[in-house]
């Protein structure tokens, strides 16, 4: 299941559906009650998990309460939805964004039923809190984050294990998040014919740079990235000893897809000769889900 923030007008009735549904309805409360003042403000990160049929199925809500710290509200998820492990789901997303933020610890208002969930997930109980609505009573909950992985630290580990990089003399540079350059040379090994370059290498370096500029903008919100599709043009011949500079961005990015477009350079005395252009479109999922990030810690 994949949790994202809501984005249409359709994903944003589900989502305050839901939390109207759970949080509010129960005890009587408006419609409207399960809005919150803030929750328009650009700082406030939501939190949504959606079925096929686009039904709510869970929700959460994160914002900094004071300098370091991030508060979680509105967690949510549907009866016919529960034991299904959305709930932490929802929490990890919230703890991922808020650790990307530079957030140390997390806290929230829990209430008695909820208490077991949070525990499991590290929380907590720092004490009584409040008692809503006059009947349900709330506990305050903490939980120390550990500091986000830098991009330094995230690319380090990528090239550690990217043999095919390695193999190849490839070498990766990041100007920023979603934008970077691979440079390699021409060797014997990469010709198909005596003298010329196999177009499967040119292809690995243009797939390469462009994972990897997918790949950099979604370190930033630990997130890694597969291949969904891949274009390429070949424009010019490439020879042996001849040295390739590819440079690639992403040229869009939305909550599932991530879209490269790249160039591969011959450079030379003569200066820089395009010899291939690329198109690449990238699934983003949790860093979590291949423990990519605990070989971090």
Same mark, same amino acid.
């Given at each position: $299941?994949?949790?994202?923030?809501?984005?249409?007008?359709?994903?944003? !009735?589900?989502?305050?559906?839901?939390?109207?549904?759970?949080?509010?309805?129960?005890?009587?409360?408006?419609?409207?009650?399960?809005?919150? @003042? @803030?929750?328009?403000?650009?700082?406030?990160?939501? +939190?949504?998990?959606?079925?096929?049929?686009?039904?709510?199925?869970?929700?959460?809500?994160? %914002?900094?309460?004071?300098?370091?710290?991030?508060?979680?509200?509105?967690?949510?998820?549907?009866?016919?939805?529960?034991?299904?492990? !959305?709930?932490?789901?929802?929490?990890?997303?919230?703890?991922?964004?808020?650790?990307?933020?530079?957030?140390?610890?997390?806290?929230? %208002?829990?209430?008695?039923?909820?208490?077991?969930?949070?525990?499991?997930?590290?929380?907590?109980?720092?004490?009584?809190?409040?008692?809503?609505?006059?009947?349900?009573?709330?506990?305050? $909950?903490?939980?120390?984050?550990?500091?986000?992985?830098?991009?330094?630290?995230?690319?380090?580990?990528?090239?550690?294990?990217?043999?095919?990089?390695?193999?190849?003399?490839?070498?990766? %540079?990041?100007?920023?998040?979603?934008?970077?350059?691979?440079?390699?040379?021409?060797?014997?090994?990469?010709?198909?014919?005596?003298? =010329?370059?196999?177009?499967?290498?040119? +292809?690995?370096?243009?797939?390469? +740079?462009?994972?990897?500029?997918?790949?950099?903008?979604?370190?930033?919100?630990?997130? !890694?990235?597969? =291949?969904?599709?891949?274009?390429?043009?070949?424009?010019?011949?490439?020879?042996?000893?001849?040295?390739?500079?590819?440079?690639?961005?992403?040229? %869009?990015?939305?909550?599932?897809?991530?879209?490269?477009?790249?160039?591969?350079?011959?450079?030379?005395?003569?200066?820089?000769?395009?010899?291939?252009?690329?198109?690449?479109?990238?699934?983003?999922?949790?860093?979590?889900?291949?423990?990519?990030?605990?070989?971090? +810690?």
């Amino acid at each position: $299941m994949t949790i994202t923030a809501p984005r249409t007008l359709r994903e944003w !009735l589900a989502y305050y559906e839901l939390r109207y549904k759970v949080l509010r309805q129960p005890w009587q409360q408006p419609p409207g009650s399960e809005k919150a @003042d @803030d929750d328009e403000q650009p700082a406030v990160i939501h +939190a949504l998990a959606l079925a096929p049929d686009g039904t709510a199925l869970a929700t959460g809500r994160l %914002h900094e309460s004071a300098p370091g710290q991030g508060q979680v509200r509105f967690m949510a998820v549907a009866p016919e939805a529960q034991g299904q492990g !959305l709930g932490g789901q929802v929490l990890r997303y919230l703890e991922a964004q808020a650790q990307a933020r530079g957030l140390r610890e997390i806290v929230l %208002h829990a209430r008695e039923a909820a208490l077991a969930f949070y525990r499991r997930h590290g929380y907590a109980v720092l004490g009584p809190s409040h008692t809503l609505y006059g009947q349900i009573p709330h506990f305050l $909950m903490q939980k120390a984050l550990p500091s986000a992985p830098s991009l330094a630290q995230m690319v380090a580990m990528y090239n550690s294990i990217n043999h095919y990089g390695r193999v190849n003399g490839m070498q990766l %540079h990041v100007a920023k998040p979603g934008d970077v350059e691979y440079r390699m040379s021409v060797r014997d090994e990469h010709l198909s014919s005596p003298g =010329t370059c196999h177009g499967g290498v040119l +292809a690995g370096l243009m797939d390469a +740079a462009l994972g990897a500029a997918a790949l950099t903008l979604a370190f930033t919100t630990q997130e !890694l990235v597969s =291949t969904v599709e891949f274009k390429m043009n070949f424009l010019h011949a490439v020879h042996l000893g001849d040295a390739l500079l590819a440079r690639a961005q992403v040229e %869009h990015h939305g909550k599932k897809l991530v879209v490269t477009r790249g160039v591969i350079y011959r450079v030379g005395g003569t200066g820089e000769t395009a010899v291939a252009q690329g198109l690449g479109t990238f699934n983003r999922y949790p860093a979590d889900k291949r423990g990519f990030v605990k070989e971090l +810690a």
